[in-house]
């Protein structure tokens, strides 16, 4: 399997080093006991799961049972145990089946050299661009595909995705004419895709950050002709003030969050906030700490991701805005595995 390559921004998006650097090293040679307990445990529950998957009559129910049981691990066990934990995960002969999957193994190589790229939505999707990488996976890699695809977090990102187009064919509802989006860390914008507005030329530009030339490159295919504007552009310049980008009605970050520490996070908020229109909205997104796709995605997915509760979005909302200016709120999706914060600028 290959390592992952640095992340294309440089400084803000972590990494599963990120994450394994920051556990408490010396929890670990403090609580040698528990990690014994955690080895074993994780043993029986991959043993159990490689048993389960040879049987390719119950490819849900191994899964499924991975999924529940890996999850409990990982709320039960200390963050310095479960990351010793993730490498034996990752090594252990049941990750060849789970790898035939064509959505786990876009996300544990990393083509594209950093987690949650557009092309790994594209499998959430079950967009028609992946569809040639799906036919062309082992029938067993095809039953893990029909469940993860399906799994909680995958339904709160199409739920996500459909959410966003939503609102900005609200936003444009509102305003006649020329109403300005802005989409940051877009990747190939498939909420475009589901909005009227977009397709009735209602809106005045929708523009499209995203760091990564691939994705610029699909958007700008993609959405010719129409009011997208597709931008190369990263984080760490919007925080540099790199970009002239102007005032927006609506600005939102869907996916980006869940990268960002919360320094990072609060400074990007600002400046979101300072490039809206009177009226405007900023809507960021982040996984909910308690999603039950945790274990997996940090370990055969090696997806690791800042996950944040309720809390979380109020203290970002809180350290970032002047009450007296913005109207601000935090609610869950339908799922309750992501959370939403949105600030309303009177």
Known sequence: MNQQRAPIDGETLITPELIAASADASGVAGNRESLVDAEAALALALGVT????KNEGHVDQAVDYLFRTLHEMRARFSQSVW?????????HSVSAYLQQDPFTN???????????????????????????????????????????SYAPAAVAVRERRDLL??????????????????????????EGERSAALQERRLGRWVALDQDPL????????????????????????LGGAYRLGHFDFIYAAGLYDYLPQAAAVRLTQIC??????????????FNNDISDDGYMESFMNWPLLLRSE??????????????VYEPNVFFGENRNIIYGTCHKR
Do not use: C
């Open 50 to 53: 490689l048993d389960r998957l």
């Open 83 to 91: 990351q010793q934990l993730v490498p034996l995960a990752q090594n």
């Open 106 to 148: 876009w996300s544990f190589e990393k083509p594209r050299g950093y987690s949650g790229d557009a092309k790994l939505l594209d499998f959430i999707y079950g967009h028609p661009s992946v569809a040639p990488l799906v036919a062309a996976a082992t029938p067993l890699g095809r039953a893990i595909y029909d469940y993860t």
């Open 165 to 190: 187009a939503q609102y900005v064919d609200r936003v444009a509802s509102k305003r006649e004419g020329g109403t300005e989006i802005l989409a940051i860390a877009g990747g190939h914008l498939r």
């Open 215 to 238: 994705s610029v490159g699909s958007m700008v295919r993609d959405y010719a002709g129409t009011a997208v504007e597709a931008v190369n552009g990263s984080v760490k310049g919007l």
């Open 273 to 286: 906030l300072n490039m809206l229109k009177p009226g405007g909205l900023f809507l960021f997104a982040n």
């Open 311 to 324: 809390k979380d979005m109020w203290d970002i909302i809180n350290a970032s805005i002047d009450a007296n």
